[in-house]
C-alpha cells in the first residue's frame, strides 16, 4: 500500500513561485509513474506534468516552461516547482502514483494511489 501526502500550497500574487511536495511512503518513487493533476472549482480533474519510472517527463501544455517535475528518490518525495503563476493555475493540486501505468499517463484514473491534495490560489 502506498500512502502520498502532498504539501506547500499556499496563496501567491502573479508571477510568484511554489513548490510542491509529494512525500511517499509503503514504495519506492523509483519504482512509480506519477505525476501531479489539479482541479479548479467546476472543473474536471487535469493532468498538469508526469515523471514515468525511467525518468522520462511530460508537461500539459498550460505549463510548460513553467512548472518542473521531479523526485528525490533518497527522501522518497516528489516536487512540483511551479513559477510564473497565473490565476487560472488555481486549483486543489493532488500527486497520483502506481507502478504499472500505461496508457494515457495524463489520466488519472490510470494510477492506483492518489494523494488528498493540497491548496494553490494565485490571486491577480
Known amino acids: 500500500q502506498v500512502q502520498l501526502v502532498e504539501s506547500g500550497g499556499g496563496t501567491v500574487q502573479t508571477g510568484g513561485s511554489l513548490r510542491l511536495s509529494c512525500a511517499a511512503s509503503?514504495?519506492?518513487?523509483?519504482?512509480?509513474?506519477t505525476g501531479w493533476f489539479r482541479q479548479a472549482p467546476g472543473n474536471e480533474r487535469e493532468g498538469v506534468a508526469i515523471l514515468l519510472r525511467l525518468g522520462i517527463t511530460k508537461y500539459a501544455d498550460s505549463v510548460k516552461g513553467r512548472f518542473t517535475i521531479s523526485r528525490d528518490n533518497a527522501n522518497n518525495t516528489l516536487y512540483l516547482q511551479m513559477s510564473s503563476l497565473a490565476p487560472e493555475d488555481t486549483g486543489m493540486y493532488y500527486c497520483?502514483?502506481?507502478?504499472?501505468?500505461?496508457?494515457?499517463?495524463?489520466?488519472?484514473?490510470?494510477?492506483?494511489?492518489r494523494g488528498q491534495g493540497t491548496q494553490v490560489t494565485v490571486s491577480s
Open positions: 497520483a502514483a502506481d507502478p504499472w501505468m500505461d496508457g494515457n499517463g495524463f489520466n488519472v484514473l490510470k494510477y492506483k494511489y
Open positions: 509503503g514504495y519506492g518513487y523509483s519504482n512509480l509513474h
